[in-house]
């Protein structure tokens, strides 16, 4: 049962002052605007991905162009890192996963949510096939894939199978940390795991290879209140930068619309911003399909009370915390609904 044991506390590293791991910063990139403003240093825990080109266009091309609002990219390898850089004062403005944000809190620091730049999730559960469903899953005690103890893609496991019934703790799934998706993919393939959490442009391509796995659930059809990621900001913080903060969403969320019923410039971010170009373009239109058809980028925000409170549960429920957050300690909608008076809602 030791192994099982995978949920640590993310707020253990976070939360502490310590600057040896900002080492982790994998990239700097300086962006410029004209307006003038002190610019938005901003902190993403990833490189550009198919699903978060959204993050990317509003703050590389809207911010500047039609904000007037000049900000700079760091990005780190985890939310962990990308948090310690807005408690060092290198950034203001962290972007990561719900779940993880909830330990930093738990831990004392007031880091609160702003926006959901992704509000459902492009992840499908891929299977060897021998493992043909859910209760599968437990019954032949399969090898589940994770990326880390608080990665999304173990969470969104979890929580699905909390809400099949199939599950009464986390620790009945047997999970065994083999990284990032690319990682799994491989490992998926080689026979070394049985499931795995992957992008489904990553699914596209792993059918082709080997057209025996199976798909059990798409996740994003699946959780309905799920929030992938938000953009977060410790309170005083929030207050100090406001003036940045707000044209920075209002500009996110003009990123989120316009990427609906536009595939040439959602091929264009892709492209532009993703390591490698991207999947080739079959594979690219119909990752298109899904993300819109999931609605993955939220028009006016995604940080409704019903979901923070869905993830604030299921960060408890999982272990995450060992307290249930109050929602209030955590969500701040006032810099988002300034950003929509200004863009407007639809």
């Given at each position: 049962?030791?192994?099982?044991?995978?949920?640590?506390?993310?707020?253990?590293?976070?939360?502490?002052?310590?600057?040896?791991?900002?080492?982790?910063?994998?990239?700097?990139?300086?962006?410029?605007?004209?307006?003038?403003?002190?610019?938005?240093?901003?902190?993403?825990?990833?490189?550009?991905?198919?699903?978060?080109?959204?993050?990317?266009?509003?703050?590389?091309?809207?911010?500047?162009d039609e904000q007037g609002l000049e900000t700079t990219v760091k990005v780190f390898e985890g939310v962990d890192l990308a948090v310690q850089s807005v408690l060092a004062g290198e950034t203001s403005v962290a972007r990561g996963s719900v779940t993880a944000a909830a330990t930093v809190v738990e831990s004392g620091k007031?880091?609160?949510?702003?926006?959901?730049?992704?509000?459902?999730?492009?992840?499908?559960?891929?299977?060897?096939?021998?493992?043909?469903?859910l209760e599968a899953i437990v019954e032949e005690d399969a090898v589940i894939g994770m990326s880390a103890p608080t990665g999304l893609d173990a969470v969104q496991v979890a929580a699905l199978m909390f809400e099949t019934d199939l599950i009464d703790d986390v620790n009945e799934l047997n999970f065994q940390r083999v990284?990032?998706?690319?990682?799994?993919?491989?490992?998926?393939?080689?026979?070394?795991?049985?499931?795995?959490?992957?992008?489904?442009?990553?699914?596209?391509?792993?059918?082709?290879?080997?057209?025996?796995?199976?798909?059990?659930?798409?996740?994003?059809?699946?959780?309905?209140?799920?929030?992938?990621?938000?953009?977060?900001?410790?309170?005083?913080?929030?207050?100090?930068?406001?003036?940045?903060?707000?044209?920075?969403?209002?500009?996110?969320?003009?990123?989120?619309?316009?990427?609906?019923?536009?595939?040439?410039?959602?091929?264009?971010?892709?492209?532009?911003?993703?390591?490698?170009?991207?999947?080739?373009?079959?594979?690219?239109?119909?990752?298109?399909?899904?993300?819109?058809?999931?609605?993955?980028?939220?028009?006016?925000?995604?940080?409704?009370?019903?979901?923070?409170?869905?993830?604030?549960?299921?960060?408890?429920?999982?272990?995450?915390?060992?307290?249930?957050?109050?929602?209030?300690?955590?969500?701040?909608?006032?810099?988002?609904?300034?950003?929509?008076?200004?863009?407007?809602?639809?």
């Open positions: 049962m030791e192994r099982r044991r995978f949920l640590t506390r993310a707020g253990q590293t976070a939360a502490g002052a310590g600057l040896a791991g900002l080492a982790g910063c994998t990239s700097i990139d300086r962006l410029t605007g004209g307006g003038g403003q002190e610019e938005l240093a901003l902190a993403f825990q990833a490189p550009a991905e198919t699903t978060d080109v959204n993050t990317w266009y509003g703050a590389r091309e809207i911010a500047p007031p880091f609160e949510f702003l926006i959901a730049p992704l509000r459902s999730t492009d992840y499908v559960l891929v299977t060897r096939p021998e493992i043909d469903s990284g990032y998706s690319s990682a799994r993919r491989g490992a998926l393939l080689q026979g070394d795991i049985d499931v795995s959490p992957q992008h489904y442009a990553q699914w596209l391509t792993m059918r082709e290879e080997e057209p025996s796995l199976n798909v059990l659930a798409e996740f994003g059809q699946e959780l309905d209140d799920w929030i992938q990621e938000t953009f977060m900001a410790p309170a005083e913080v929030v207050e100090r930068d406001r003036e940045r903060i707000v044209p920075f969403l209002a500009a996110q969320l003009e990123a989120n619309r316009r990427l609906y019923d536009d595939y040439e410039n959602y091929r264009r971010l892709v492209q532009t911003y993703v390591p490698g170009g991207g999947p080739e373009e079959a594979i690219l239109e119909q990752t298109y399909e899904f993300l819109t058809d999931i609605e993955i980028w939220p028009r006016n925000g995604g940080l409704s009370e019903a979901s923070v409170d869905y993830m604030l549960d299921l960060s408890d429920r999982v272990g995450l915390t060992d307290e249930r957050i109050p929602t209030g300690e955590a969500m701040n909608r006032g810099p988002l609904e300034e950003a929509l008076a200004e863009v407007g809602r639809v």
